[in-house]
Antibody
Framework: QVQLQESGPGLVKPSETLSLTCAVS?????????WGWIRQPPGKGLEWIGS???????YYNTSLKSQVTISLDTSKNQFSLKLSSVTAADTAVYYC?????????WGQGTMVTVSS | DIQMTQSPSTLSASVGERVTITCRAS??????LAWYQQKPGKAPKLLIY???TLVSGVPSRFSGSGSGTEFTLTISSLQPDDFATYYC?????????FGQGTKLEI
């Protein structure tokens, strides 16, 4: 049974870099699938941030492209999100997910607040 | 970027009713559309992919249809557990985008 679990700081200061990790269990991320990050500001809808293929190729949301880096760590079976120069508008629940037939498996989400 | 527009934004219905949610894409996405259900404080749950394929374990009262730019999610007979927010999402090309959501309330 494949499971995903996000981890990282719950509070980030404005202008700093938000860093999150998604640990994957039950499947080796180096074998296949796309792995992605999606966020949801409080009370709002879902926004796709970006995805990474098992070979390391990345795809980013046009509006966030200059801020976002997604990477794989196959030795730890996890993938990561870095979002630079954050503002209050980046406050959201951040989800990691596997994309096979759409996003079929999700982590539980982690709340990140941007505030000084 | 492809824009996804859902309607209505809010839908009030009763147990046993049949309801339909519409999702329109700003350009053709073939059948590369998914529907998710989200309950408060929980991650979204995939219900339907490729416009009409039901995920294993999802009740058969849920169905999806459409292709190109217009899609629908239908719940044939609402159950208490179905009151939630529903999102469509295209995965035809990058960047992926979601609809703004439809809140289904009693």
């Amino acid at each position: 049974q494949v499971q995903l679990q996000e981890s990282g700081p719950g509070l980030v200061k404005p202008s700093e870099t938000l860093s999150l990790t998604c640990a994957v269990s039950g499947y080796s991320i180096s074998i296949g699938y796309y792995w992605g990050w999606i966020r949801q500001p409080p009370g709002k809808g879902l926004e796709w941030i970006g995805s990474i293929y098992h070979n390391g190729r990345t795809y980013y949301n046009t509006s966030l492209k200059s801020q976002v880096t997604i990477s794989l760590d196959t030795s730890k079976n996890q993938f990561s999100l870095k979002l630079s120069s954050v503002t209050a508008a980046d406050t959201a629940v951040y989800y990691c997910a596997r994309r096979s037939s759409a996003f079929d498996i999700w982590g539980q989400g982690t709340m990140v607040t941007v505030s000084s | 970027d492809i824009q996804m527009t859902q309607s209505p934004s809010t839908l009030s219905a009763s147990v046993g009713e049949r309801v339909t949610i519409t999702c329109r894409a700003s350009q053709s996405i073939s059948a590369w559309l998914a529907w998710y259900q989200q309950k408060p404080g929980k991650a979204p749950k995939l219900l339907i992919y490729k416009a009409s394929t039901l995920v294993s374990g999802v009740p058969s009262r849920f169905s999806g249809s459409g292709s190109g730019t217009e899609f629908t999610l239908t719940i044939s007979s609402l159950q208490p557990d179905d009151f939630a927010t529903y999102y469509c999402q295209h995965y035809n090309s990058y960047p992926y985008t979601f609809g703004q959501g439809t809140k289904l309330e009693i």
